[in-house]
């Protein structure tokens, strides 16, 4: 196989700094994400021969050909594309396939692009995503009304009872990040909470509260890609991808394995492994936080800590600054940013980690990030790691 | 029954298993070559992908694997248990778990299958502590 690592570089990022965009059509959100990453890299929108994005969900704004309408609205007719969709973490697996293809010579700059306005948006679109349409395996599921957070309430149950997992655990997750969204002056919630604060908020689907859970906010981001030879020329340090991995499982709820193991338990390993790094390279984490249960599972699946012990890992301190994995330092999904697919983010963080622009709590020197995200309910996963 | 209003968009596959809910029966898949069960319900085997799933009765009798109380859900009623339950026959299905306070959930509670009536088409299969 092709060594691809380090072969290709993120050479432009930027996250809006909007939450609420009120009757903003997500395209134009979208385009304001491109051109400011475009910017961030000193590209321009002509420069652009590939685009990849998964905008055909709910308050994304697309339909099936979401790509070719988001391309035609941008004003580019791109020769690469990609619109794999598998959930939240879709820009991290496309930012591995976009290396493949400039690896390969398919592309030489991709834009990896997105952006959803769920707080505003008016239309019940239909939808045939497998969480909704009572058909084929649907039929068996949706006629129960799953709620999305009471699938996450099924493995944070179950990680209770198989470890001893303590709902002051899961709180600390969303204590540990709101410490951090508190120094982003863009982060959604900012002011301060306890565990008990956590403990004592409304239960959404038990055993997950309401503050276990992330924001809703409108919002979006963009990062720019190109060969490691081009990123000299630019405008920023290039932030190279070094590992990649993905994987898919699963979307029913009677597939959901016994030990809870995720597909991250696939792609990270292959990170890893493509990347040459060890955990203990890794100076600053971003990893994919819907809930507080999220990233415990991560944790645990890409080796961070052991089986059932992400509870403790979390609660000793270890996702803080100075801790053994500095992780959402931006305040992540439970305080910063949540449109509904937050990969794009766990990049976008960690390009301004490597280049020492984190906007909330910045690892002093980084110089290896993991971004790691899943889609649906850990139905899928992907894992980037980044150096420079 | 709060919030149990999507009905099943029944098929080729699945119409056997929705006949017999309606009977009152629960039914699973068991491999032919492999003899080893499956859910849900497919028209392969998962065990022996070139082989027909055959359909046979279950036992209807499970335990609780995990759940989840949905009091906050898309739409407005009651809170309802949503669950994992693992059948005697090793396949694990997702139901509701009814008859049973919150308080008083637990993983391991003995289960077994009741009926719900949706419409003239349709029995929804839900669980229920089991006595004996």
Not at chain 2, 22 to 44: D, K, M, N, S, V
Not at chain 2, 71 to 91: F, K, M, S, T, W
Request: charged fraction near 20%.
């Amino acid at each position: 196989m092709m060594d691809l690592s380090g072969k290709t570089a993120i050479v432009g990022a930027f996250e809006s700094p909007r939450r609420d965009a009120p009757r903003v059509h997500p395209f134009a959100l979208q385009m304001d994400c491109i051109l400011g990453a475009l910017d961030d890299a000193g590209l321009a929108l002509d420069d652009v021969d590939g685009l990849c994005a998964a905008s055909g969900d709910w308050a994304e704004g697309g339909g099936t050909m979401d790509v070719v309408e988001l391309a035609e609205y941008i004003g580019i007719a791109p020769t690469y594309v990609n619109s794999t969709d598998i959930g939240g973490c879709s820009y991290i697996l496309q930012a591995g396939q976009a290396a493949a293809a400039i690896a390969t010579g398919l592309a030489e700059v991709v834009v990896i692009s997105y952006a959803a306005c769920p707080r505003w948006w008016p239309l019940n679109t239909p939808s045939f995503d497998p969480f909704v349409f009572p058909a084929g395996p649907g039929q068996y599921e949706i006629p129960y009304a799953p709620t999305l957070i009471s699938t996450y309430g099924l493995f944070a149950r179950r990680h209770m009872d198989l470890y001893g997992t303590t709902p002051e655990q899961l709180a600390q997750v969303a204590v540990t990040f709101r410490n951090h969204a508190m120094q982003n002056p863009d982060a959604r919630l900012r002011k301060p909470i306890t565990v008990d604060d956590v403990l004592a908020s409304p239960m959404i689907a038990s055993p997950l509260r309401r503050l276990d859970c992330c924001v809703v906010t409108d919002g979006g981001g963009a990062v720019v890609m190109t060969s490691r030879e081009r990123a000299r020329d630019l405008k920023k340090k290039p932030v190279y991808l070094a590992g990649y991995g993905a994987a898919v499982s699963r979307t029913q709820n009677s597939q959901i394995p016994d030990d809870l193991k995720t597909p991250a338990a696939l792609s990270g390993p292959r990170a890893f492994a493509m990347a040459g790094v060890t955990h203990d390279d890794i100076d600053v984490a971003q990893i994919y936080d819907a809930f507080t249960i999220t990233p415990m599972l991560a944790l645990e699946d890409l080796g961070f800590c052991g089986r059932g012990e992400s509870g403790a890992f979390v609660a000793d301190g270890n996702l803080t600054l100075g801790g053994r994995l500095p992780a959402n330092t931006d305040g992540g999904g439970l305080s910063s940013n949540h449109p509904g697919k937050r990969g794009i983010f766990t990049l976008i963080e960690s390009v301004r980690q490597l280049r020492g622009e984190g906007p909330g709590v910045q690892v002093p020197d980084a110089k290896v990030a993991l971004a790691h995200g899943l889609g649906g309910t850990f139905c899928s996963a992907a894992t980037a790691i980044l150096t420079v | 029954m709060t919030t149990m209003t999507t009905p099943p968009v029944q098929d080729e596959t699945s119409a056997p298993f929705w006949e017999a809910a309606r009977q009152g029966r629960f039914l699973i898949q068991r491999c032919p070559e492999t003899g080893r069960y499956q859910w849900y319900p497919r028209a392969h085997s998962v065990h022996a992908p070139h082989a027909r799933p055959e359909w046979v009765e279950a036992s209807g009798r499970g335990e609780l694997l995990t759940y989840s109380v949905v009091h906050r859900g898309n739409q407005p009623g009651d809170p309802y248990v949503c669950a994992l339950i693992r059948l005697d026959e090793g396949v694990t299905v997702f139901s509701r778990v009814e008859g049973v306070a919150e308080a008083d959930l637990r993983a391991g509670l003995p289960l077994a299958v009741a009926f719900h009536t949706l419409d003239d088409a349709t029995s929804l299969p839900v669980f229920r502590p089991r006595t004996a």
